[in-house]
């Protein structure tokens, strides 16, 4: 059994490399080191927890055996996902964390003997208010993200459900949490140990159905961080320094990220923790398509536009990740750069459905990076230039989202896409996008839509070209 003394050393290096991993992962050209330190990080982390163990000869091969299950079940979901299914693969792998912090604080409660914690009945106070706070925020991670992954993977409804009152239930709700964990402090009883994990339980279902689709890149940063603070939370109650400081280092990197996503979509921050976001009429914003005529092309148009052009900005969404035509895209752009065409592209912060979705997407067909410009790095550049080429993004594109008060996405910063000379907009069709309204963009006078697979629709402008 290795001593305290070393394990602790051990913990804080493998805490070093957390830190360092996120750092890498702050940029594109860094996030493949900062991946490999979290990846030896978490390798020293299980290693020497292991080794830990008390009596570890008896109980190695079952360590071995889960091991080797979640181990084997993790690589095969890694290796077999689509980049399109990753958010909700996110949110799959945030239920599990909250779950896991769940059976730990319940293993804690049932036996408190093997952690240290005192008997049955007996209990440190401290360690109820760890294991209570542990338990609850996990359960509120488990099922908002079970909620947050039905809604990213359709089954579910993307649109807001509410209904009347719901904000004081949820308020109840809170309020009743925390007199249940003063009331198991002062008798211990089982009963309402249980209640805590019940009421979280439907505490965190509540808190996800309001918020609309296109706050759900927010909603995964904010499930991200509930999850690090249950793994924190169980950590003190587990005594385990690896634990405390990852779990930490999650959470509060996930809340920060949560508050500048809120910020660059000018959204409260504290509504969307709350719930209830985008409880809007959608009804209102909805036009009939029918009555609006838009312009069609093909592929000869937007291939004779571009290549007559100075400029071309390109505006990746999640239909080009659905499509899988980024490769087709890098193409298609170093086509154009051989005619002398200066070409860029833009990426919204929540284009995709979570964030850095595009990058990952532009990286995996080697675009440079230097190519690649945010929001507010870009968004002047559209009223001088000559055509934007919008494949597959939709509500990160949306004028209304700066005319219309009663839309559901008024207030967020769209990229400014209608002020380009010529709008080449590649979709299926008038669809409208996850929010569930339709884009005003379609029927601009400027705006000549591409009805077809994006893929396609590229390789053809490049046969074109």
Same mark, same amino acid.
């Given at each position: 059994?290795?001593?305290?003394?070393?394990?602790?050393?051990?913990?804080?290096?493998?805490?070093?490399?957390?830190?360092?991993?996120?750092?890498?992962?702050?940029?594109?050209?860094?996030?493949?080191?900062?991946?490999?330190?979290?990846?030896?990080?978490?390798?020293?982390?299980?290693?020497?927890?292991?080794?830990?163990?008390?009596?570890?000869?008896?109980?190695?091969?079952?360590?071995?055996?889960?091991?080797?299950?979640?181990?084997?079940?993790?690589?095969?979901?890694?290796?077999?996902?689509?980049?399109?299914?990753?958010?909700?693969?996110?949110?799959?792998?945030?239920?599990?964390?909250?779950?896991?912090?769940?059976?730990?604080?319940?293993?804690?409660?049932?036996?408190?003997?093997?952690?240290?914690?005192?008997?049955?009945?007996?209990?440190?106070?401290?360690?109820?208010?760890?294991?209570?706070?542990?338990?609850?925020?996990?359960?509120?991670?488990?099922?908002?993200? =079970? &909620? %947050?992954?039905?809604? $990213?993977? /359709? !089954?579910?409804?993307?649109? +807001? *459900?509410?209904?009347?009152?719901?904000?004081?239930?949820?308020?109840?709700?809170?309020?009743?949490?925390?007199?249940?964990?003063?009331?198991?402090?002062?008798?211990?009883?089982?009963?309402?140990?249980?209640? =805590? &994990? %019940?009421?979280?339980? $439907?505490? /965190? !279902?509540?808190?996800?159905? +309001? *918020?609309?689709?296109?706050?759900?890149?927010?909603?995964?940063?904010?499930?991200?961080?509930?999850?690090?603070?249950?793994?924190?939370?169980?950590?003190?109650?587990?005594?385990?320094?690896?634990?405390?400081?990852?779990? %930490?280092?999650?959470?509060?990197? /996930?809340?920060?990220?949560?508050?500048?996503?809120?910020?660059?979509?000018?959204?409260?921050?504290?509504?969307?923790?709350?719930?209830?976001?985008?409880?809007?009429?959608?009804?209102?914003?909805?036009?009939?398509?029918?009555?609006?005529?838009?312009?069609?092309?093909?592929?000869?148009?937007?291939?004779?536009?571009?290549?007559?052009?100075?400029?071309?900005?390109?505006?990746?969404?999640?239909?080009?990740?659905?499509?899988?035509?980024?490769?087709?895209?890098?193409?298609?752009?170093?086509?154009?750069?051989?005619?002398?065409?200066?070409?860029?592209?833009?990426?919204?912060?929540?284009?995709?459905?979570?964030?850095?979705?595009?990058?990952?997407?532009?990286?995996?067909?080697?675009?440079?990076?230097?190519?690649?410009?945010?929001?507010?790095?870009?968004?002047?550049?559209?009223?001088?230039?000559?055509?934007?080429?919008?494949?597959?993004?939709?509500?990160?594109?949306?004028?209304?989202?700066?005319?219309?008060?009663?839309?559901?996405?008024?207030?967020?910063?769209?990229?400014?896409?209608?002020?380009?000379?010529?709008?080449?907009?590649?979709?299926?069709?008038?669809?409208?996008?996850?929010?569930?309204?339709?884009?005003?963009?379609?029927?601009?006078?400027?705006?000549?839509?591409?009805?077809?697979?994006?893929?396609?629709?590229?390789?053809?402008?490049?046969?074109?070209?």
């Amino acid at each position: 059994m290795i001593s305290a003394n070393l394990l602790a050393i051990f913990y804080l290096i493998s805490g070093v490399l957390f830190i360092l991993a996120l750092r890498g992962l702050s940029s594109p050209e860094t996030s493949r080191q900062g991946n490999l330190y979290g990846i030896i990080g978490m390798a020293l982390a299980i290693s020497v927890t292991m080794l830990s163990v008390e009596n570890f000869s008896s109980g190695f091969i079952y360590l071995i055996i889960f091991l080797a299950i979640g181990g084997s079940i993790g690589a095969f979901i890694a290796f077999k996902i689509p980049m399109t299914a990753m958010p909700e693969l996110v949110a799959g792998f945030h239920s599990l964390v909250g779950l896991a912090a769940v059976f730990v604080a319940i293993s804690a409660f049932l036996n408190p003997s093997v952690f240290n914690l005192g008997t049955q009945g007996n209990i440190k106070i401290a360690s109820l208010i760890e294991m209570s706070l542990g338990a609850a925020i996990g359960a509120i991670t488990f099922t908002g993200s =079970i &909620i %947050a992954f039905l809604k $990213l993977r /359709g !089954i579910m409804s993307g649109s +807001p *459900i509410t209904f009347v009152g719901q904000h004081y239930i949820n308020l109840i709700l809170g309020v009743s949490l925390l007199i249940l964990i003063f009331y198991l402090c002062k008798s211990q009883e089982a009963s309402i140990f249980w209640g =805590i &994990i %019940a009421i979280s339980l $439907l505490v /965190g !279902i509540l808190l996800i159905i +309001p *918020i609309g689709g296109a706050d759900m890149p927010v909603v995964i940063s904010m499930l991200n961080s509930y999850s690090g603070w249950a793994a924190a939370g169980i950590g003190f109650t587990l005594e385990n320094t690896a634990l405390i400081i990852t779990g %930490a280092l999650v959470g509060s990197s /996930g809340a920060i990220l949560s508050y500048i996503m809120c910020k660059g979509m000018n959204r409260s921050f504290f509504n969307v923790i709350l719930g209830g976001w985008g409880a809007t009429d959608q009804d209102v914003t909805q036009k009939s398509k029918e009555q609006k005529p838009v312009k069609n092309g093909n592929a000869d148009d937007a291939a004779f536009l571009m290549k007559n052009a100075s400029s071309v900005i390109i505006v990746p969404g999640y239909g080009m990740a659905v499509a899988q035509a980024q490769h087709a895209l890098r193409e298609m752009v170093d086509a154009l750069k051989k005619n002398g065409v200066n070409v860029s592209y833009a990426i919204h912060p929540v284009a995709g459905r979570m964030p850095g979705h595009m990058n990952v997407l532009l990286a995996e067909a080697n675009v440079p990076y230097d190519e690649v410009f945010e929001l507010e790095e870009i968004n002047n550049d559209f009223a001088n230039c000559d055509v934007a080429y919008v494949i597959g993004a939709n509500d990160v594109t949306n004028p209304v989202a700066k005319s219309d008060p009663q839309s559901p996405i008024y207030g967020m910063p769209v990229l400014d896409v209608e002020k380009s000379k010529s709008v080449l907009f590649v979709k299926r069709s008038l669809s409208p996008g996850y929010a569930g309204i339709d884009n005003d963009l379609f029927y601009r006078d400027n705006t000549l839509m591409l009805f077809a697979d994006a893929k396609k629709m590229t390789e053809d402008i490049i046969k074109s070209l």
